[in-house]
């Protein structure tokens, strides 16, 4: 995403109650630009709109014309596979075309700037989310077939979330005695997912494939797929399958992305991105949770209880926090967590706020979206946590496509 | 007057009466020798001809039946002796002065045996007399015409869907008369060429079904109490088309006709050779596109499917013309045969056969005697098919001869596409009959041995495959050929010492890695027991099939590796793991082989060692010592499994022997009398079914003809056949490994792991459930991977409400932040799919490839 507009000179670190303009200039920046909008705020971007007129005689005459609209958010929907967010609100300015108060979706699309007020300004969450959204020096994405035995699961992983691009699951008959069946049902799977591979994922530029299966199941893959290369001289096909890694996981299923993002391989290729962080600091918090030493907890009563006591601050404190948490709620409880947030920073520990879409973000939700590590022990903190058990329940929402 | 009315007009009986003794089938070859003049008349006479035609001389009936039955004796010659002249006009009365008709009725019906020759040449005689145009043009004699046709039938009779146009202007009329036959019964003319003549009936023995019966004494067995006949699931030619209703065509039809008779003319020289060549040609050819490729091919596909099932009892008929069908009503005089209109055709099916077996003292309501169903409607091509490859015919002049031969494959294909659609209707074809046992009795009286399952576990190379290997060969249940063979093909890939492990590990991949990848079924029997073996696999990426070899096991053989070093880490390994497994999948009785034990000289100290271990940690897994049993044997060389062990150093055992052990232990109880569950293991085509599914019964039973539904697709399916053992059963119950041989279902709809289960009391499908589980590592709200036998899903943890008491069952802490290891908590899971899943079932839960919790529904 890029500044743009005649504020583009402003230091980021002068927003405040201004507004912003921003150009997404990739798939991604929607997803950011998702998290940055959010209910109450004022966007202002380029629009298509049918208009219909009335003549005298009452013949209607329609036709689409192309404007300018500002609108205050009501509601905003990403479509995660397709990377298109759609923001729709209420008219706020009135041009030849609306009237204030009519009702209008905007579909945000690349390279068409918009601005965005935040009618409450901009909170250190918020101007962190923009910051990351600004950020230039982007990793490459990485694509990952993560299979077994008649089930392939085929997704990109980008610095802020995974995205299952096709699922690919095919029919293996079982051992019996004509073994042919089952060598010719594993071939039809394999060409099945190299398809869908090739379809799914534009490896037109060289870019890192992580193939990971129990068993024999990916490195039989990747053999097929340079056998296949190298049958159809396929150049492209050929610079994948050496590209490729195999990495072992423990199923096909789509959680084993988890170890695989652990794996030294990956690591090796992948050892800046946010990501990575995030899951070090996820395997730390179920570690620590293992060894039930007091000084991990989650859900979002017995969090806020120690982020209180001061427990989450200077030398080892890290609070993680989904940012769905962010994104729907309403304005009291987003107000609450950011000032979480901020007092965590202000004691000294550290804030992580953890894509919900990607695979670290995906096992906090488990947890309920939010979990810290403390720096001492604090014991019983879940002793009455009958209370306000509503309160946890929030993360555990959504499942969909997305890790 | 128009040269067609001089046509309408014309004697057509004369014509039709000249091909009556010489064609045996089909109009091709009535087409190749007439000239072009002759061909008009035909053609404008069978599809121009409307009932007043026929009445076109003023005075209708009586004069009419005066001359028809001069006429019908004619045709008979010498056999007119034999019926009265009451019985033929009774028979022109039924076939509205039809004389070929009512010959061919008389024929059947009254002569007992009638003379092929003398109905042949007969009119053969006649036509040398006034059908010149015929002599013109090519002059076969009869003879040769007959031996020709006789010999192509013969090369068509084998094969049902070989039949078809030899030559270009049989398919395209048969493809065309599929429907408009049907519709306009536009190919009259060449229908009643058949019906007359009767040696040509017998030489192709069976020309239409309804025919095939012709010459049975049916006598005066009310309607209602006849056969009924189903019709053959081929296209209808529209051979024997409706007799005495023809339509008008359409002018581009006769457009199409035209043409097409114009392109045969330039090829009848060099047809009679082409008959041949093409018929035999006919196997080689390549299907040509079809108009639906898809839907064709897939129908095709799916007819061969179930094919078997719903028309076994059809006997294997030469393509015939569908019986005289659609009959216009429109311009028909209202007549005694008032035909039903193409709409009520439609909707309740086509003519039965011809009514001439049916000898009628009053007339029924034309619909009345339709008995083929509504489906048949559709069993032929679309119209549009029709048109086009009508069109696409006449066009074609230039390609006439090889385009013969293609839509004679057309002709197949779509012979096998409206089987296809026909059997698409599922519930049309019959279903397996059920033989209605009360199986629980069945299976009480029953003596059969008792059949015991055992998985095979142990960690990844303790020498399981082996060991099984070496019992089926010790057993004889394989030969010591086979295993020469193995032997050798292993020792090319450098790993002679798994030659007895191939008896089981089948794959390829299996083969040349030397690893079990996947359960391996196998049997074997005792005097007293069957024995179903699962082969575990040991390596632990393969554990999902290992829970699903262990969720239809019995009990369990434990195979422990003796040998220095890898037992230690066998412990550490897979053999603890898959102890546990088995135990939190109910498996009580465990046979612990300590394998290898000529590696270490039959040490009874190691021995001794590996046993107090081994009882150490399954005790700690909450096993009884009184149902664990140690067996020291060597896999590789067949010690102390079947035979006692010859070397000395082993003298000191002098306990039971494998197959021993094996034999004492005892079935699980089964659940009989519950309702039907059956978790598929395996899904599979054999030449006796196209879909076959095999696994062990877990509870209740079934039996052939049971209506089942398989979940999670909630779809419906009958059992056609049962196999238990490999041998075919009526009945199976809960225990034995049942093969069942599925109908009206489509494979998509089934997969491995799901559930067969009785269609009134099913598995719902599920996708959050509690379990109370056993925790084996920390529990927390965390992504998991949930077993259940064959099935496993991605669910996650959503919610652990309470840790339980191990003993009292009572809450000892609600909502904890984690479960320990080793407590029982209530968990919560959430599934990705809805799942078939019930209370009762045992769960495994894994994480990151390691066995976090195991436990039952609740």
Same mark, same amino acid.
């Given at each position: 995403m890029q500044l743009v507009g005649a504020k583009s000179s402003q230091r980021l670190n002068d927003v405040g109650e201004g507004s912003v303009s921003l150009l997404p200039v990739e798939p991604e920046d929607m997803w950011h630009a998702n998290n940055l909008i959010s209910p109450e705020d004022v966007i202002k971007a380029h629009a298509v709109r049918k208009v219909t007129t009335e003549s005298k005689t009452g013949s209607t005459h329609s036709e689409r014309v192309h404007t300018d609209l500002t609108i205050r958010v009501t509601s905003t929907f990403f479509d995660t596979a397709a990377s298109q967010l759609h923001v729709s609100g209420t008219v706020i300015v009135e041009n030849s075309f609306v009237n204030i108060g009519q009702y209008h979706t905007l579909d945000l699309e690349l390279s068409r700037p918009f601005t965005i007020w935040k009618k409450n300004g901009w909170d250190s969450v918020a101007t962190e989310t923009l910051k990351e959204s600004l950020k230039q020096d982007k990793e490459g994405t990485v694509a990952a077939v993560v299979m077994q035995e008649g089930t392939a699961n085929i997704c990109l992983i980008t610095e802020y979330r995974t995205i299952l691009k096709q699922r690919v699951e095919t029919m293996i008959p079982k051992k019996r005695a004509a073994s042919s069946d089952q060598t010719s049902g594993m071939r039809r799977f394999f060409d099945k997912t190299l398809t869908t591979l090739m379809r799914s994922i534009d490896f037109g530029s060289p870019r890192p494939l992580l193939l990971a299966s129990p068993g024999f199941v990916a490195g039989d893959f990747k053999r097929y797929i340079s056998e296949q290369a190298t049958k159809k001289a396929d150049k492209a096909m050929m610079a994948m399958a050496k590209e490729a890694t195999v990495v072992h996981s423990s199923s096909g299923h789509l959680h084993s992305l988890n170890e695989i993002l652990k794996s030294p391989e990956v690591l090796a290729t992948m050892k800046d991105m946010k990501f990575s962080k995030e899951t070090r600091y996820m395997d730390e918090l179920s570690a620590r949770l293992r060894k039930d030493d007091g000084r991990a907890w989650y859900g979002a009563s017995t969090v806020v209880k120690a982020v209180n006591e001061g427990a989450v601050g200077r030398g080892g404190g890290v609070l993680m926090i989904n940012n769905s948490l962010f994104r729907s709620l309403d304005l009291d409880t987003r107000k609450k967590y950011v000032a979480l947030v901020d007092r965590v920073r202000d004691d000294g520990g550290e804030a992580r706020i953890l894509s919900s879409d990607h695979e670290s973000g995906q096992r906090l939700d488990a947890l309920g979206g939010i979990a810290a590590i403390l720096t001492y022990p604090m014991l019983g903190l879940d002793d009455d946590e009958d209370e306000d058990e509503g309160d946890g329940q929030n993360g555990v929402i959504e499942e969909d496509l997305i890790i | 007057?128009?040269?067609?009315?001089?046509?309408?007009?014309?004697?057509?009986?004369?014509?039709?009466?000249?091909?009556?003794?010489?064609?045996?089938?089909?109009?091709?070859?009535?087409?190749?020798?007439?000239?072009?003049?002759?061909?008009?008349?035909?053609?404008?006479?069978?599809?121009?001809?409307?009932?007043?035609?026929?009445?076109?001389?003023?005075?209708?009936?009586?004069?009419?039946?005066?001359?028809?039955?001069?006429?019908?004796?004619?045709?008979?010659?010498?056999?007119?002796?034999?019926?009265?002249?009451?019985?033929?006009?009774?028979?022109?009365?039924?076939?509205?002065?039809?004389?070929? !008709?009512?010959?061919?009725?008389?024929?059947?019906?009254?002569?007992?045996?009638?003379?092929?020759?003398?109905?042949?040449?007969?009119?053969?005689?006649?036509?040398?007399?006034?059908?010149?145009?015929?002599?013109?043009?090519?002059?076969?004699?009869?003879?040769?015409?007959?031996?020709?046709?006789?010999?192509?039938?013969?090369?068509?009779?084998?094969?049902?869907?070989?039949?078809?146009?030899?030559?270009?202007?049989?398919?395209?009329?048969?493809?065309?008369?599929?429907?408009?036959?049907?519709?306009?019964?536009?190919?009259?003319?060449?229908?009643?060429?058949?019906?007359?003549?009767?040696?040509?009936?017998?030489?192709?023995?069976?020309?239409?079904?309804?025919?095939?019966?012709?010459?049975?004494?049916?006598?005066?067995?009310?309607?209602?109490?006849?056969?009924?006949?189903?019709?053959?699931?081929?296209?209808?030619?529209?051979?024997?088309?409706?007799?005495?209703?023809?339509?008008?065509?359409?002018?581009?039809?006769?457009?199409?006709?035209?043409?097409?008779? !114009?392109?045969?003319?330039?090829?009848?020289?060099?047809?009679?050779?082409?008959?041949?060549?093409?018929?035999?040609?006919?196997?080689?050819?390549?299907?040509?596109?079809?108009?639906?490729?898809?839907?064709?091919?897939?129908?095709?596909?799916?007819?061969?499917?179930?094919?078997?099932?719903?028309?076994?009892?059809?006997?294997?008929?030469?393509?015939?013309?569908?019986?005289?069908?659609?009959?216009?009503?429109?311009?028909?005089?209202?007549?005694?045969?008032?035909?039903?209109?193409?709409?009520?055709?439609?909707?309740?099916?086509?003519?039965?056969?011809?009514?001439?077996?049916?000898?009628?003292?009053?007339?029924?309501?034309?619909?009345?005697?339709?008995?083929?169903?509504?489906?048949?409607?559709?069993?032929?091509?679309?119209?549009?098919?029709?048109?086009?490859?009508?069109?696409?015919?006449?066009?074609?002049?230039?390609?006439?001869?090889?385009?013969? !031969?293609?839509?004679?494959?057309?002709?197949?294909?779509?012979?096998?596409?409206?089987?296809?659609?026909?059997?698409?209707?599922?519930?049309?074809?019959?279903?397996?009959?059920?033989?209605?046992?009360?199986?629980?009795?069945?299976?009480?009286?029953?003596?059969?041995?008792?059949?015991?399952?055992?998985?095979?576990?142990?960690?990844?190379?303790?020498?399981?495959?082996?060991?099984?290997?070496?019992?089926?060969?010790?057993?004889?249940?394989?030969?010591?050929?086979?295993?020469?063979?193995?032997?050798?093909?292993?020792?090319?890939?450098?790993?002679?010492?798994?030659?007895?492990?191939?008896?089981?590990?089948?794959?390829?991949?299996?083969?040349?890695?030397?690893?079990?990848?996947?359960?391996?079924?196998?049997?074997?029997?005792?005097?007293?027991?069957?024995?179903?073996?699962?082969?575990?696999?040991?390596?632990?990426?393969?554990?999902?099939?290992?829970?699903?070899?262990?969720?239809?096991?019995?009990?369990?053989?434990?195979?422990?590796?003796?040998?220095?070093?890898?037992?230690?880490?066998?412990? !550490?390994?897979?053999?603890?793991?898959?102890?546990?497994?088995?135990?939190?999948?109910?498996?009580?009785?465990?046979?612990?082989?300590?394998?290898?034990?000529?590696?270490?000289?039959?040490?009874?100290?190691?021995?001794?060692?590996?046993?107090?271990?081994?009882?150490?940690?399954?005790?700690?897994?909450?096993?009884?010592?009184?149902?664990?049993?140690?067996?020291?044997?060597?896999?590789?060389?067949?010690?102390?499994?079947?035979?006692?062990?010859?070397?000395?150093?082993?003298?000191?055992?002098?306990?039971?022997?494998?197959?021993?052990?094996?034999?004492?232990?005892?079935?699980?109880?089964?659940?009989?009398?519950?309702?039907?569950?059956?978790?598929?293991?395996?899904?599979?085509?054999?030449?006796?079914?196209?879909?076959?599914?095999a696994g062990r019964v877990d509870a209740g039973s079934l039996q052939m003809g049971d209506a089942l539904l398989i979940q999670p697709s909630g779809e419906k399916a009958y059992v056609k056949s049962l196999e238990v053992d490999l041998e075919p059963v009526d009945w199976a119950v809960a225990g034995q490994s049942a093969i069942i041989h599925l109908t009206h279902i489509d494979p998509i709809h089934i997969r491995v792991g799901d559930i067969v289960c009785d269609l009134k009391q099913p598995v719902r499908c599920i996708d959050t459930f509690t379990i109370k589980a056993l925790a084996f590592d920390v529990l927390m709200p965390m992504q998991v991977d949930v077993h259940r036998g064959r099935l496993h899903a991605a669910g996650q943890i959503v919610e652990i409400p309470a840790v339980l008491d191990k003993v009292k069952g009572t809450v000892l802490k609600k909502k904890p932040q984690v479960v320990k290891p080793g407590s029982i908590a209530r968990v919560v899971v959430r599934l990705g799919n809805k799942m078939p899943l019930e209370a009762g079932q045992r769960i495994v839960l894994r994480s990151n490839g390691e066995t976090i919790a195991a436990g039952l529904l609740e």
């Open positions: - | 007057m128009s040269r067609h009315q001089a046509y309408r007009n014309y004697d057509y009986e004369n014509d039709l009466d000249e091909f009556d003794g010489e064609e045996a089938y089909g109009e091709e070859e009535d087409e190749e020798e007439l000239s072009p003049e002759d061909k008009g008349t035909v053609f404008n006479i069978t599809t121009t001809l409307q009932p007043p035609v026929k009445q076109s001389d003023t005075d209708p009936h009586s004069a009419q039946m005066e001359a028809g039955t001069i006429q019908v004796q004619d045709a008979l010659g010498l056999q007119a002796s034999k019926v009265t002249a009451a019985q033929i006009q009774e028979a022109l009365w039924h076939y509205f002065y039809d004389v070929d !008709k009512s010959v061919a009725y008389l024929v059947t019906k009254h002569i007992a045996s009638p003379e092929p020759k003398a109905a042949k040449t007969a009119p053969v005689q006649k036509n040398k007399g006034e059908g010149e145009s015929k002599a013109q043009f090519s002059s076969p004699t009869p003879h040769s015409i007959l031996d020709l046709a006789k010999s192509s039938l013969e090369q068509i009779l084998p094969s049902p869907y070989a039949y078809g146009g030899n030559t270009l202007a049989h398919t395209s009329r048969s493809v065309a008369g599929l429907y408009l036959g049907s519709l306009y019964g536009i190919t009259d003319g060449q229908a009643d060429l058949r019906e007359v003549t009767p040696g040509s009936y017998q030489s192709s023995k069976h020309f239409s079904f309804a025919d095939f019966f012709n010459d049975m004494p049916w006598g005066n067995i009310p309607k209602d109490r006849e056969t009924t006949f189903i019709a053959p699931l081929y296209p209808r030619g529209g051979l024997l088309g409706g007799a005495d209703s023809p339509k008008k065509p359409s002018k581009l039809r006769e457009l199409a006709l035209k043409r097409k008779q !114009k392109a045969e003319e330039q090829k009848v020289g060099s047809t009679d050779q082409d008959v041949q060549g093409t018929t035999a040609q006919m196997s080689q050819l390549p299907s040509p596109p079809s108009k639906k490729p898809g839907l064709g091919t897939l129908l095709a596909d799916r007819k061969r499917k179930v094919g078997d099932l719903g028309q076994v009892e059809i006997p294997p008929v030469t393509k015939s013309s569908p019986e005289p069908s659609v009959k216009t009503p429109l311009d028909e005089p209202a007549l005694e045969l008032a035909m039903p209109s193409a709409f009520a055709q439609t909707l309740v099916g086509s003519a039965p056969a011809a009514p001439k077996a049916i000898p009628k003292t009053s007339y029924q309501l034309p619909y009345m005697a339709f008995t083929s169903s509504v489906s048949e409607a559709f069993s032929g091509p679309s119209p549009d098919d029709v048109v086009l490859s009508a069109q696409a015919k006449a066009s074609n002049k230039k390609l006439a001869s090889s385009s013969s !031969k293609k839509t004679a494959g057309h002709d197949v294909k779509m012979d096998q596409a409206s089987e296809g659609v026909k059997a698409l209707n599922v519930d049309d074809a019959p279903l397996p009959k059920s033989k209605n046992l009360d199986v629980l009795k069945e299976y009480k009286n029953s003596k059969a041995k008792k059949s015991v399952s055992f998985v095979v576990v142990g960690h990844v190379d303790a020498g399981k495959s082996t060991l099984m290997g070496r019992l089926l060969l010790d057993l004889n249940v394989v030969d010591q050929r086979t295993i020469d063979k193995y032997r050798k093909e292993a020792e090319s890939m450098g790993k002679s010492s798994f030659a007895l492990a191939w008896v089981l590990d089948q794959r390829v991949e299996e083969r040349s890695r030397g690893v079990t990848i996947d359960i391996a079924t196998n049997r074997f029997e005792t005097e007293t027991t069957s024995f179903t073996i699962l082969d575990a696999p040991g390596h632990r990426d393969f554990i999902p099939n290992m829970i699903a070899g262990a969720s239809q096991a019995d009990f369990a053989v434990l195979v422990v590796d003796a040998s220095t070093g890898a037992f230690e880490a066998g412990l !550490k390994g897979q053999t603890r793991e898959h102890a546990l497994l088995l135990r939190s999948m109910g498996v009580s009785r465990i046979i612990v082989v300590v394998n290898k034990l000529d590696t270490v000289g039959w040490s009874q100290e190691r021995f001794d060692e590996i046993s107090q271990q081994v009882s150490g940690f399954l005790v700690a897994t909450n096993f009884q010592l009184k149902n664990v049993s140690f067996v020291p044997v060597s896999g590789l060389r067949g010690d102390n499994m079947v035979h006692k062990s010859t070397d000395s150093a082993a003298s000191w055992y002098t306990g039971d022997s494998l197959i021993q052990e094996l034999e004492e232990s005892q079935p699980l109880a089964r659940a009989v009398d519950k309702p039907l569950r059956m978790t598929i293991s395996e899904v599979f085509k054999t030449t006796q079914s196209p879909l076959s599914v």
